[in-house]
């Protein structure tokens, strides 16, 4: 195979990504790539980073086209993004991966008539003991996955024409297994390429410190690195560790029955002087497939109506939140190439 060196990046970027007028400025200023096409970070508004529209559990092995109606799921998510939309938000980071049940075209209707912007993603997930990779990522190298990502970002997804915003990957527990290490590095090769910001789906603290260690190894700032679900560990020091090197740390399970959870998450990461690397979400929705009418959706409701209150209440400042919903996801969205 080609390996990714840089100087194969240098000779493949540009021929591949064509002659689109933006490119010359996003060469130079940074945007972000939303299912609609490339913006500038200051125009996404308020974001939700991490939530679902759709998802199927069915397995790498089982998942084919069919499986859904793109219709039933779109008149029942509708209703949730047009609510959320009457709340001030305008954006979400569409979480759901490849072989997961990722749909460009259906986030790209859905934002059409909700007035959501949806960022997608490129990537594959390898928490889950393996279920959601599909058999070939045994039998590939790091820089074969890394060249099919850049290319669904070069040339869009599919024949979609949208092109990803981000890496989406995911990971266990510490250690990390032989294939997760390998998508860890394809994403981190990816990033190198393209600019694409590096989420990955975290089981642990341990986790989180060896996907550091392999994106820094790749020479990259760990900047480019959204620790999603950093929730799940419960020792700070290491979400201080990681953050004080530039890190996102994304709680992003937020809902009735953690918010006081979260609430003492947050004074701590703004008495540390680490709100500016804190995302914040609920990882709600979603159209379920294979359930009757995709089964019980969670909405998008609750950090507008119940959680923003309550930081309120408890000291946090306009700018404070204005940070963890626009300032902060639009900066962990933002590629620079
Ligand atoms: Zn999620």
């Given at each position: 195979?080609m390996?990714l060196?840089r100087?194969h990046?240098?000779?493949l970027l540009?021929a ?8 010359k400025?996003a060469?130079?200023a940074?945007f ?14 308020p974001?939700l980073?991490h939530e ?19 219709d039933?799921?779109?008149n ?15 954006a979400?980071?569409e979480?759901?991966?490849?072989f ?14 909700s ?23 045994e039998t ?5 996955l ?7 970002y070069?040339h ?17 527990k ?5 294939l ?5 590095q ?8 393209t600019g694409?910001?590096?989420?990955i789906?975290?089981g642990?603290g341990a ?13 990259l ?11 799940n560990?419960k020792?700070?020091s290491?979400?201080e560790?990681?953050?004080?090197k530039g890190?996102f740390?994304s709680l992003?399970?937020l809902g009735?029955?953690s918010a006081?959870?979260y609430?003492s ?5 703004k008495q540390?002087g ?5 995302l ?7 159209y379920n497939v294979?359930?009757p009418?995709g089964?019980?959706f ?5 950090l507008?109506?119940?959680?923003i209150?309550?930081l309120?209440?408890n000291?946090?400042?306009?700018t404070?939140?204005?940070?963890l919903t626009?300032?902060n996801?639009a900066?962990a ?5």
């Open positions: 195979m390996t060196s100087r990046f240098l000779t540009p591949a990504l064509g002659t689109a007028t933006w490119l400025a060469s130079k940074p972000i790539m939303t299912v609609n096409g490339a913006i500038q970070p200051s125009a996404l508004g974001v980073p679902h529209v759709m998802v199927d559990f069915i397995g790498a092995d089982k998942i084919k086209p069919g499986r859904y109606q793109p039933e799921v779109f029942i998510v509708l209703p949730y993004l047009q609510k959320l939309k009457t709340l001030g938000c305008s979400m980071g979480c759901t991966p490849n997961l049940g990722r749909d460009p075209l259906l986030l790209k209707r859905l934002s059409k008539a007035g959501i912007t949806f960022i997608t993603n490129t990537g594959l997930y390898g928490a889950a003991g393996h279920k959601y990779l599909p058999a070939y990522v590939s190298t790091a820089g074969e890394a060249e099919m990502w850049i290319k669904e070069t869009g997804i599919g024949n979609t024409g949208v092109k990803p915003g981000f890496i989406k990957s995911g990971v266990d510490g250690p990390l297994t032989p997760q290490k390998k998508i860890v394809a994403a981190a090769l990816t990033c190198k390429a694409l910001p590096v989420w789906h975290t642990d986790a989180a410190l060896e996907e550091a260690a392999i994106l820094q190894s790749n020479g700032s760990l900047e480019n690195y959204v620790w999603v679900h950093a929730q560990e020792d700070r290491i979400h560790r990681l953050a004080k890190a740390i992003d399970g009735s029955s006081d959870d609430l998450r947050l004074t701590l990461l540390q680490l709100l500016h690397r804190t914040l979400s609920h990882d709600a929705g979603w294979g359930q009418n089964g019980r969670r909405d998008y409701n609750f507008w109506e119940q959680f209150p309550m309120k209440k000291g946090f400042t306009e404070d939140i204005r940070m626009v300032n996801p900066e969205l933002t590629i620079r190439q």
